[in-house]
């Protein structure tokens, strides 16, 4: 939020319905958790952990404000039957650092929120998965790994590169990945933080114009949600979404 402001918080519960309606018309099955109002991050879904194929991976939250997340989202994922395979007993891992590069390669962002300990921890717990952990140093201003990096389609990603680290982008090339840069002004107008949805399509935000076209002169269909109160809390549709189940 900037200086001065207050929350609008009708709005920002009818953004929130927006992306839950865009969800719903392609076909993508939404699982709602009650809101309570000491959780006032819980809007941003993704940060208590990640998932795998495998199940679930719980982290563990910086700051303490937010740590009682985590036992509400877990109740949901035991609701629905969701195995949980790992669980950050080390450092800090927060949701929002973590990208599957490919069925075998994790990326865990080292920003603001998740420390080298926490991937650590990880990384020894998930080896026997079979899967590869990278850790990707990056400013910490730019809060989470999803601020500067997300994986639109198959092979296609959009990253402001500025922030990110030079064998990270190298290893997003060998792996004939489509780069599409985002400037760093973008940032925290949360260029990077959309949501793909799988065959081409993309849940993107009204507002960003340039990466919207961009995306779309990759034969992306952008849906453009008219999101602004809920990015000045700090998170877009990425940030607000957790998947309960990968293929």
């Given at each position: 939020?900037?200086?001065?402001?207050?929350?609008?918080?009708?709005?920002?519960?009818?953004?929130?319905?927006?992306?839950?309606?865009?969800?719903?018309?392609?076909?993508?099955?939404?699982?709602?958790?009650?809101?309570?109002?000491?959780?006032?991050?819980?809007?941003?879904?993704?940060?208590?952990?990640?998932?795998?194929?495998?199940?679930?991976?719980?982290?563990?939250?910086?700051?303490?404000?937010?740590?009682?997340?985590?036992?509400?989202?877990?109740?949901?994922?035991?609701?629905?039957?969701?195995?949980?395979?790992?669980?950050?007993?080390?450092?800090?891992?927060?949701?929002?650092?973590?990208?599957?590069?490919?069925?075998?390669?994790?990326?865990?962002?080292?920003?603001?929120?998740?420390?080298?300990?926490?991937?650590?921890?990880?990384?020894?717990?998930?080896?026997?998965?079979?899967?590869?952990?990278?850790?990707?140093?990056?400013?910490?201003?730019?809060?989470?790994?999803?601020?500067v990096f997300n994986i639109v389609a198959e092979k296609?990603?959009?990253?402001?590169?500025?922030?990110?680290?030079?064998?990270?982008?190298?290893?997003?090339?060998?792996?004939?990945?489509?780069?599409?840069?985002?400037p760093s002004e973008l940032v925290f107008k949360h260029?990077?933080?959309?949501?793909?949805?799988?065959?081409?399509?993309?849940?993107?935000i009204e507002n960003n114009k340039s990466v919207n076209?961009?995306?779309?002169?990759?034969?992306?269909?952008?849906?453009?949600?008219?999101?602004?109160?809920?990015?000045?809390?700090?998170?877009?549709?990425?940030?607000?979404?957790?998947?309960?189940?990968?293929?």
């Amino acid at each position: 939020m900037e200086k001065g402001e207050t929350e609008q918080n009708e709005r920002m519960v009818a953004e929130w319905q927006t992306l839950v309606d865009a969800y719903k018309a392609n076909e993508v099955i939404v699982h709602e958790v009650d809101a309570y109002k000491e959780l006032e991050v819980q809007t941003f879904a993704r940060d208590f952990g990640a998932m795998v194929k495998e199940g679930a991976i719980i982290g563990k939250f910086r700051h303490p404000a937010r740590q009682k997340e985590t036992e509400v989202y877990e109740e949901k994922l035991k609701e629905l039957g969701v195995p949980i395979i790992a669980r950050v007993n080390a450092g800090c891992f927060e949701g929002g650092d973590f990208w599957m590069i490919d069925e075998h390669t994790l990326a865990f962002g080292l920003v603001d929120r998740t420390d080298q300990a926490g991937v650590d921890n990880l990384r020894e717990q998930l080896a026997k998965y079979g899967y590869t952990v990278v850790g990707v140093p990056v400013p910490p201003a730019n809060l989470h790994l999803d601020m500067v990096f997300n994986i639109v389609a198959e092979k296609i990603c959009i990253a402001a590169t500025e922030q990110l680290p030079y064998n990270f982008i190298q290893m997003l090339k060998r792996r004939n990945f489509k780069i599409i840069d985002v400037p760093s002004e973008l940032v925290f107008k949360h260029g990077c933080n959309v949501q793909a949805l799988g065959n081409g399509k993309v849940l993107g935000i009204e507002n960003n114009k340039s990466v919207n076209e961009a995306m779309e002169a990759e034969g992306l269909k952008v849906i453009k949600l008219p999101l602004e109160q809920i990015l000045k809390a700090g998170g877009g549709p990425h940030c607000m979404t957790y998947p309960v189940r990968r293929a």
